[in-house]
């Protein structure tokens, strides 16, 4: 249990670097079949359904960390290098033998470096992104609040409620001078019924993000462009001052099914239905102009399968799907101009082995495909690319003292990136390397990890590293 | 117990229907890049004025400034028809023109131009705009070819280095002397005269005097201030040579203005046309209205009689601008998206090329060429 605690934290500990760049709420739960090999994956690892989080005993942690992002290959509207520096504060705590919370706050420092012409944080997330022509440092920074709340309402329903409301502003110190301030929430609700070797859960989320790009030239007029796609963009007059205000409200629901107990065969199986859109709109001299809309409609399911046997040996298959359509209409000329449609799927097993209390290793291969297939019509553009992707690794854990456990994790894979990207795969090279330390005072936790992209068309590759402390106490 | 379950269910069931209703939206039938612009071409018929004719072989060019897809032609065919396919919704503008010999010693330029402003909203299902140009005879005279006013590249609000062109498109020589040069203000559209915030005069007498020529073709820069603006630190090699410029604007009552001497000057407060302003002939940077008169009419305290102006442009960078100066002298207005300080000036886009539309006449060119012509 100890060590399922403490490797959880340094997947936490880095994880938490990660999302701090996916500061907007995500599309969809990303679950991650590689996390906690010591016992079946629950339902909340495959949903995020807050119904469906175990309560394990009352903690406290702080998390600090970095990540630092050298970005040798990039594309043209990319930084060229990112730093993220993450504070949070994390507690789960019982109210009483029904029901407990958990609360975080968190801090997040996120600069890049000569960031080209973009005045969006991330060009390549929005099919109406808006540029000038300048190359400037941004930062970013803001807190982000989250709490969860659980409660068993009969013997064997329990409800889960999760909100998270966070702020950022952001300066570009340049000219034009870029001012951003996001504001994003996000509630998520479900109900999970569980008896004996069996459960089954429905959940929901709302998310409403808001972002209002304000571009100031001090002296001379702000020359904008609005991109309709990535190929083409609208030119926009100049003026003094250009805001853009973009609006994204998603839905996602669904429910997931599990079976089995934490020894032998073990099931976890979920499916959703996605829905997001996206406003853009330019305000200039008060008056405000649509620029355009689209929307996303998908499905992800997700599935994994476990046996534990209590033995020497256990082993996971898991599998994933999740597709997505868009289209996006230009509020210009009130016509269609995106088409996009996206499948990715994947599937993987994976061997653990235990041979003893304080050793435990995993070797696991996963294989997937994606497609994706899309239209731009203002300017004919068509860019249709699939192909398979694959990921090896491997991981041990043991006891190198009483008190202190290590563990490392190493992978090696092929993604196919979209067209935006100028390459046909990268290769990525991922090795996390953690310490965990049991004091009188609590737990420390010290990670490390390196992830390499190598590009198969070029030398220039991107480099992150990732570095995170934490201290959890019981 | 279950009647509190139900409760949340049927909470859930609320807000996830009310969450819903704002994120539906029906995708539009239309699609962008489908549009196409069917135009015939024709003349009038020498035989019969009433009766038109095609014009084949005609060079067509279409151009929008929307989006960054550049402009495209095409060829008229026998019957005068000119088809530009997968094209997207945007506001264009429209131009060809053609010289022909009409005897053995005489050749005229003939024009047709149309600025359209198609979006799926004002063509419904239709994908396929259709018109017909009916070409005229290119007005061809002492035109305002180039207005440079929205500064060079600098962080200081300099944009003293003003200076417009005019150019000689008729084959025989014009004179300036007399004539009035404007700076407008908001006039109704359909006004017979004009209003006026500055009025500079040129030496002579109007209509009959004879000194101070320009020849066929021949370029004529005025400038604000004519000397060399790249002796200003800051702005050095970014900015023009006015110090031989051909005549300086000069206010008879500004103390300490400058005054090239060797350059003449068009003036105002000289006794003959007054205005109250103390300052030098200055202009908006990205908008505002020119006019160049022949100066028989010079008394601006109840306008400008229309019927005296030789060529007037209206310009300004915003496509939402409030028309100022009126429809006969100027159809449209020029320069929209030229950016301030920023070295661009605007020129017509042949020399004196004219439709009284200046939308269509004029383009933003990103630095200034006083005294020639930026496709030279």
């Known amino acids: 249990m100890q060590n399922r605690v403490l490797y959880y934290i340094t997947i936490v500990c880095l994880a938490g670097i990660s999302f701090a760049f996916a500061f907007e709420n995500a599309l969809f739960w990303q679950p991650s079949f590689r996390e906690d090999i010591s016992q079946p994956l629950n339902a909340y690892y495959l949903t995020g359904n807050p119904a469906a989080y175990l309560y394990e005993g009352n903690f406290q942690e702080i998390r600090i960390g970095g990540r630092f992002d050298k970005m040798d290959y990039r594309r043209r509207y990319d930084p060229v290098s990112e730093q993220n520096l993450h504070a949070e504060f994390f507690t789960v705590r019982d109210i009483d033998n029904k029901s407990f919370f958990s609360t975080g706050i968190s801090y997040d420092d996120y600069r890049k470096r000569d960031l080209f012409a973009s005045m969006e944080k991330d060009f390549y997330d929005d099919y109406f992104s808006m540029i000038d022509s300048t190359q400037g440092d941004v930062s970013y920074y803001g807190p982000r609040l989250q709490i969860l709340y659980n409660v068993k309402l009969s013997e064997n329903v329990f409800f889960g409620l999760e909100g998270n409301y966070g702020v950022e502003r952001s300066l570009k110190d340049t000219f034009p001078q870029t001012i951003t301030i996001m504001r994003n929430s996000g509630y998520r609700a479900g109900l999970d019924f569980r008896k004996n070797a069996f459960n089954m859960g429905v959940f929901a989320r709302y998310y409403d993000d808001q972002i209002s790009y304000e571009a100031v030239k001090s002296y001379t007029n702000v020359k904008s462009h609005t991109y309709i796609g990535y190929n083409i963009f609208y030119n926009e007059l100049p003026g003094s001052k250009t805001e853009k205000i973009r609006t994204r409200n998603g839905l996602e629901y669904g429910a997931n099914l599990g079976f089995g107990k934490k020894t032998g065969f073990y099931g976890d199986f979920a499916v959703s239905g996605l829905h997001r859109i996206s406003r853009s709109e330019l305000i200039r001299a008060s008056h405000t102009y649509d620029r355009g809309l689209w929307l996303r409609q998908g499905l992800h399911v997700r599935g994994n399968l476990n046996y534990y046997s209590g033995e020497v040996a256990a082993f996971r298959f898991y599998g994933e799907l999740l597709q997505y359509e868009d289209w996006a209409e230009s509020l210009i000329s009130g016509a269609l101009v995106i088409e996009n449609n996206e499948r990715m799927a994947r599937w993987g097993g994976m061997f653990i082995y235990k041979p003893s209390l304080v050793q435990e290793a995993y070797l696991g291969a996963e294989s997937g495909t994606v497609h994706y297939d899309y239209i731009e019509y203002v300017f004919p553009f068509e860019s249709s690319r699939s192909g398979n992707e694959w990921k090896l690794y491997t991981g041990s854990r043991l006891y190198v003292g009483p008190k202190t456990h290590f563990h490392v994790d190493l992978a090696y894979a092929k993604m196919i990136p979209r067209f935006y990207w100028d390459t046909e795969s990268f290769r990525d090279t991922n090795i996390i390397i953690g310490l965990e330390q049991l004091f009188s005072f609590g737990y420390i936790t010290i990670g490390f990890e390196y992830i390499n992209r190598k590009p198969e068309n070029d030398v220039e590759t991107i480099s992150k590293y990732l570095f995170g402390l934490s201290y959890l106490r019981k | ?376």
Request: hydrophobic share 35%; glycine share 8%; with cysteine.
């Open chain 2, 1 to 376: 117990m279950k009647t509190r379950i139900l409760r949340l269910c049927l909470l859930f069931f609320v807000l996830f229907a009310a969450a819903s209703c704002f994120l539906f939206e029906s995708k539009p039938e239309t699609v962008d890049g489908n549009l196409s612009i069917r135009l015939r071409f024709t003349l009038p018929s020498d035989i019969d004025s009433t009766v038109t004719e095609p014009v084949a072989g005609l060079r067509v060019k279409i151009v929008t400034s929307d989006y960054n897809i550049p402009e495209m032609y095409g060829i008229t065919d026998s019957a005068g028809f000119v088809l530009f396919e997968q094209l997207p919704y945007a506001y264009y503008s429209i131009e060809a023109h053609s010289v022909l010999q009409v005897s053995e010693f005489e050749e005229v330029e003939v024009v047709g131009t149309k600025n359209l402003n198609l979006t799926a909203n004002s063509l419904g299902t239709d994908t396929v705009y259709t018109d017909t140009l009916l070409m005229e005879q290119s007005k061809l005279g002492l035109k305002i070819n180039e207005i440079y006013t929205s500064g060079p590249p600098n962080n200081m609000f300099y944009f003293y280095d003003q200076f417009f062109e005019l150019y000689n498109g008729l084959s025989e020589t014009v004179y300036l002397d007399g004539m009035i040069f404007l700076r407008l203000g908001t006039t109704p559209l359909f006004s017979d005269t004009l209003s006026v915030t500055y009025i500079y005069q040129f030496p002579g007498t109007p209509l009959t005097g004879r000194q101070y020529p320009v020849e066929p073709g021949e370029f004529v820069v005025l400038a604000g201030n004519a000397f060399d603006h790249n002796q200003i630190g800051p702005i050095s090699g970014k900015t023009v040579d006015l110090s031989d410029a051909d005549w300086e604007f000069v206010n008879m009552i500004e103390s300490g203005g400058y005054d090239n001497p060797n350059v003449p000057n068009i003036t105002t407060n000289n006794g003959r046309v007054s205005q109250k302003s103390k300052v030098d002939f200055m202009v908006g940077v990205t908008g505002d209205g020119l006019a160049l008169c022949d100066g028989t009419d010079y008394d601006q305290t109840d306008g400008i009689d229309v019927n005296t102006v030789i060529d007037a442009v209206e310009y300004s960078s915003s496509s939402t601008h409030t028309k100022e100066v009126p429809y006969v002298l100027d159809q449209s207005f020029g320069g929209i998206g030229q950016n301030k300080y920023a070295g661009q000036s605007l020129e017509r886009i042949r020399p004196g090329f004219d439709t009284n539309n200046s939308r269509i006449d004029f383009v933003v060119i990103n630095a200034p060429t006083p005294g020639y012509h930026h496709a030279e």
